[in-house]
Every structure is written in C-alpha cells, then in structure tokens.
C-alpha cells in the first residue's frame, strides 16, 4: 500500500474494556493498515519521556499516571494521508465535542480516558514510531 505512515496508542482504559480489537476494526475500516503492533505496559520513564513535551503542563503528572495504569497497545499505521486520515477517524480529543462514527465518540468515556492517542503531524509521527520500534519490527 503506498501512502504514508503515523502512530497510534490504544489508552488503558480501552485495553482495560477489551476495546482492542473494536479500535482496530475502525481504523482499518478507515483505510488504514496495521504494520506494527505490541501490547506493552509503559514504565514510568517510557511515559514520563514520551510526553516530555507536556513536562511543564498542569496536567502531566495525571497524564503519566494514566497512561502506566494498564497496559497500552503501540501500533504503526500505513495508508494514504495516513496521520490526517487517523486524526479524522480518532475524533475531538473530548468525547462530546467528536462526530459521530468516531472512535472517542463511539468509545470513549472522558476527555482523559478518551481511548487512543494519534501523532498530530508526519514529523512527529516519526519520533514516535521510532520511540517503540526498531525499523525491522515494521512489516508492510
């Protein structure tokens, strides 16, 4: 498949609901691929390094907490416009303010349990891809 590639977290309170699987059928159903995939537990340090980027927002310390409470799924996605198509299907960060047939509007049960994360530009989807696979664990 050509296109381009973005990353995706499926958040602890979805592997919590056993969602996994419910995410992932939107996203392909959206046109995106699953070239990468692991269920991780993030250590402290993973998450804390991860959203460094937040390091000085009021919210940070919950934002870690959050996202070290249960295990999380790590995937890379391929597809045309691939971070904008994710961004689409994903929905408002706040589930009331998402359009139907999105992912937090049809699964999320907060703004902070709100189910997934996605890469908000193609330069930052390569950081992140590269913070949880080494290249030979991605097979398109």
């Known amino acids: 498949m050509a296109g381009t590639r973005t990353f995706s977290i499926i958040k602890p309170d979805a592997t919590k609901r056993n969602l996994t699987g419910a995410v992932t059928k939107m996203l392909e159903e959206a046109g ?10 993030m250590s402290r340090d993973q998450a804390e390094g991860f959203y460094a980027v937040h390091k000085e927002r009021p919210f940070f310390g919950e934002l870690v907490d959050f996202m070290i409470s249960g295990p999380v ?5 391929e597809g045309e416009n691939a971070m904008q ?5 994903m929905g408002a960060t706040n589930s009331a303010d998402a359009a ?18 996605g890469s908000d530009s193609d330069e930052n989807a390569a950081i ?5 696979f080494d290249e030979d ?4």
Do not use: C, M, W
């Open 73 to 77: 799924v790590v995937q890379v996605l």
């Open 100 to 117: 139907p047939g999105t992912i937090r509007k049809e699964l999320a049960e907060s703004i902070e349990a709100n189910t997934v994360h």
């Open 85 to 89: 198509r994710n961004r689409d299907i």
């Open 137 to 140: 664990e991605i097979v398109g």
């Open 32 to 41: 995106l691929r699953v070239v990468a995939s692991k269920r991780i537990h």
């Open 128 to 132: 992140e891809i590269a913070y949880f």
